[in-house]
Every structure is written in structure tokens, then in C-alpha cells.
């Protein structure tokens, strides 16, 4: 199956579908780590997708939702664009520094280090 969007229609769907894995990442209920998962894969794709075929242009970052960092700068591996994936992380970083998200912050810098060893 092939649907053909137009690039307003390519945008809401990764509006609902960034919403759709946020929302799920606020499910504190056992067995919500699937679900998560799922949300997450669907959203990694479909970024994948949107980079490969040209839209990179229409994908805006949410800053409060900084996870998509993490996700965008592994699609941007995954497609051979090392400076953008590199990019991506230091930008998520330097924004979750100005956050207060410790977290968030401590999982972005332990995967920058992980691009580091592997890409440096």
C-alpha cells in the first residue's frame, strides 16, 4: 500500500504520530514499554522516509520534546549524514543543558558519546 501526501498532509502525520509516541511516553501503566517502542520505531521511519525522499525541510523539531533529538540524529546515521547526526545531538544537548531535564540530558550525552566512539 502507497498513500501520496502532499506536504501539508506529510507534516500532520508526523505531528500525530511525535504526539502519539509523547502522549504514550506519558503512560505510566506496566507493559506501556511496547507501546512506547512501537510509537517510536513508527516515528524513527517515517523520519527516515521524510529525509531519504527530500522532506527534511518540512521536519520541525519540538524543543519540549526533546527525544526526537536522539531520534533524528540516529536517522540521519542511519542515512550516511554523520555532520547533521552530530549537529543534531550537540543542538539537543545545548538545549536540554538550558532545560534543567537532567535525565533527558545525562541519556543524550551518553549517546553523543556513543557517536563519538564510533564515528570519531
Do not use: C, W
Not at 50 to 61: K, R, T
Not at 111 to 116: E, V
Amino acid at each position: 500500500m502507497h498513500l501520496r501526501l502532499s506536504e501539508d498532509e506529510f507534516s500532520t502525520l508526523i505531528d500525530m504520530i511525535s504526539l502519539a509516541a509523547e502522549i504514550s511516553s506519558l503512560n505510566q501503566k506496566p507493559g506501556n514499554e511496547e507501546h512506547l517502542e512501537a510509537f517510536s520505531k513508527l516515528e524513527d521511519k517515517i523520519l527516515e522516509r521524510a529525509s531519504g525522499i527530500g522532506f527534511a525541510d518540512i521536519i520541525e523539531i519540538d524543543p519540549d520534546y526533546t527525544a526526537l533529538y536522539y531520534h533524528l540524529a540516529e536517522v540521519y546515521l542511519e542515512t550516511d549524514q554523520i555532520e547533521k547526526a552530530r549537529d543534531t545531538y550537540l543542538k539537543g544537548i545545548s538545549i536540554l543543558e538550558k532545560s534543567g531535564n537532567a535525565h533527558a540530558l545525562k541519556e543524550l550525552k551518553n549517546a553523543y558519546q556513543n557517536f563519538l566512539f564510533e564515528y570519531d
